[in-house]
């Protein structure tokens, strides 16, 4: 079974930018789908972004035009660029594989923490 550890998380200030990193203890080259997701204090978790391989990239509104997910297969790991952070980004983020729809197939990780404040 493939583990994923997120890292890079951290305190920003509002306007910060941060590049969050999912490493996998596997292969990932076969995870048609990966996924990264946030949850905020008291709300459920949330989808941010998506890359499938051959289907393109899905992003959450909230998010476009800010965030950027890419994979790399030979490092077996998936990134999640964050730029022109803003308070509401506060939460913790965590990775997974997905379905094609943005659902998350395995186990949650720890994540790893991202806030945003002055």
């Known amino acids: 079974q493939v583990v994923l550890v997120e890292s890079g998380g951290g305190l920003v200030p509002p306007g910060g930018s941060l590049r969050l990193s999912c490493a996998a203890s596997?292969?990932?080259?076969?995870?048609?789908?990966m996924g990264w997701y946030r949850q905020a204090p008291g709300k459920q978790r949330e989808l941010v972004a998506v890359?499938?391989?051959?289907?393109?990239?899905v992003y959450a509104d909230s998010v476009k035009g800010r965030f950027t997910i890419s994979r790399d297969n030979a490092k077996n790991t998936v990134y999640l660029q964050m730029n022109s952070l803003k308070p509401e980004d506060t939460a913790v983020y965590y990775c997974?594989?997905?379905?094609?729809?943005?659902?998350?197939?395995?186990?949650w990780g720890q994540g790893t923490q991202v806030t945003v404040s002055s």
């Open positions: 890359f499938s391989s051959g289907s393109g990239i």
């Open positions: 997974n594989r997905a379905t094609l729809q943005g659902l998350p197939l395995g186990a």
């Open positions: 596997g292969s990932i080259a076969s995870f048609y789908t």
